[in-house]
């Protein structure tokens, strides 16, 4: 898998149009994406695994396959840009279209590799769900205990204006989850995918690392048109991220 400092900037059109020559990383396949901003140790580290351009449904091509997230990348990219704004120290990396391993589940993957190269404070990983899934979003930790899943989970819905079905892992290492909903009620269920045989959560936990796993339903990062740009809700979604992330650094 190639590795690519990316450098230029990030839109064509603030938030919503990749730079064409970002857009061609995102689409291609076995491409390792990383931007920084500031210097280790990163305040947030973002991941995106799965990375794939619309209307590429599998990676993993050489081996069995998996379901790409499809535009992943997209919600993930808001947020990095929010902190850089903000002048956080961070840093995103993303695997585009992995064709022989599936990057977070390979500790020994590039995608492995780069996110734990430097030291970072918080890290957060960026996935897609399918259209079927119950929740518009599911929040966990999957074997990771250091992550205040609940708490980032309850300001996560506050900064979304409780304007989504967000699930959140109540205890880590299992599927038992708070139910956020728009009307304001919390009430008990469970997690479709609490991220439990993910090596990237775990290995974050061996290293004294916070971790998070984000999965959005296709609103979030598939337009209707079908062009690999950020959709309305995947604005919404990476301006909570940030807010969220911001707001707890700095108290």
């Given at each position: 898998?190639?590795?690519?400092?990316?450098?230029?900037?990030?839109?064509?059109?603030?938030?919503?149009?990749?730079?064409?020559?970002?857009?061609?990383?995102?689409?291609?396949?076995?491409?390792?994406?990383?931007?920084?901003?500031?210097?280790?140790?990163?305040?947030?580290?973002?991941?995106?695994?799965?990375?794939?351009?619309?209307?590429?449904?599998?990676?993993?091509?050489?081996?069995?396959?998996?379901?790409?997230?499809?535009?992943?990348?997209?919600?993930?990219?808001?947020?990095?840009?929010?902190?850089?704004?903000?002048?956080?120290?961070?840093?995103?990396?993303?695997?585009?279209?992995?064709?022989?391993?599936?990057?977070?589940?390979?500790?020994?993957?590039?995608?492995?590799?780069?996110?734990?190269?430097?030291?970072?404070?918080?890290?957060?990983?960026?996935?897609?769900?399918?259209?079927?899934?119950?929740?518009?979003?599911?929040?966990?930790s999957g074997r990771n205990s250091l992550a205040d899943t609940?708490?980032?989970g309850e300001a996560l819905a506050w900064a979304l204006q409780?304007?989504?079905?967000?699930?959140?892992?109540?205890?880590?290492?299992?599927?038992?989850?708070?139910?956020?909903?728009?009307?304001?009620?919390?009430?008990?269920?469970?997690?479709?995918?609490?991220?439990?045989?993910?090596?990237?959560?775990?290995?974050?936990?061996?290293?004294?690392?916070?971790?998070?796993?984000?999965?959005?339903?296709?609103?979030?990062?598939?337009?209707?048109?079908?062009?690999?740009?950020?959709?309305?809700?995947?604005?919404?979604?990476?301006?909570?991220?940030?807010?969220?992330?911001?707001?707890?650094?700095?108290?």
């Amino acid at each position: 898998m190639e590795r690519i400092l990316f450098q230029e900037k990030i839109w064509e059109k603030e938030n919503r149009e990749f730079n064409p020559a970002l857009l061609q990383l995102l689409i291609a396949k076995d491409r390792l994406i990383v931007l920084l901003h500031g210097k280790p140790p990163y305040r947030v580290i973002l991941g995106v695994p799965h990375q794939a351009g619309i209307g590429q449904p599998f990676i993993c091509d050489c081996r069995v396959k998996r379901e790409s997230d499809e535009n992943s990348a997209s919600y993930a990219l808001v947020t990095y840009s929010l902190l850089k704004e903000r002048d956080f120290p961070c840093k995103i990396v993303i695997a585009a279209h992995s064709t022989t391993a599936d990057p977070n589940k390979v500790l020994d993957s590039p995608y492995c590799q780069e996110v734990f190269q430097e030291p970072g404070e918080l890290f957060i990983e960026c996935h897609g769900a399918g259209p079927r899934r119950k929740l518009d979003l599911e929040l966990s930790s999957g074997r990771n205990s250091l992550a205040d899943t609940k708490g980032f989970g309850e300001a996560l819905a506050w900064a979304l204006q409780k304007r989504y079905l967000l699930g959140v892992q109540r205890k880590c290492g299992t599927d038992d989850a708070l139910i956020l909903g728009k009307d304001g009620k919390k009430i008990h269920g469970q997690l479709e995918n609490p991220a439990l045989l993910t090596k990237s959560l775990a290995k974050a936990g061996e290293m004294k690392i916070p971790a998070l796993h984000i999965e959005a339903k296709p609103q979030f990062r598939r337009s209707p048109d079908r062009v690999n740009r950020v959709t309305d809700d995947g604005v919404v979604l990476g301006h909570a991220l940030a807010r969220v992330i911001i707001e707890g650094w700095t108290g």
